[in-house]
């Protein structure tokens, strides 16, 4: 499966990379907080789920506010959606 590539500090990830953190400015949530089709549950303030209609994924806020989520998760979106965390 192709996909884009993320910027990301390898020595930051744990094993074969799956585990590797990718952060994000928290604005990359908006579009899925205003989505029809999508829907972001928060179980605490630093941490939630994305879910798709196929698919759902994790995601942390750390001290500075921005949004992180793991490679492995973010390489098994759909291209489209990679480019939007992109």
């Not at 949004?67 to 390489?75: F, R, S, Y």
């Amino acid at each position: 499966m192709g996909g884009i590539a993320f910027e990301f500090d390898p020595k930051e990830g744990l094993g074969d990379g799956f585990l590797t953190p990718v952060y994000f400015d928290n604005e990359v949530l908006v579009k899925h907080l205003y989505s029809p089709t999508i829907a972001v549950e928060f179980a605490s303030e630093t941490y939630g789920t994305v879910y798709w209609p196929e698919r759902y994924m994790s995601f942390g806020i750390n001290s500075k506010g921005a949004v992180i989520a793991w490679l492995g998760d973010l390489k098994e979106l759909p291209v489209a959606e990679q480019h939007h965390w992109r």
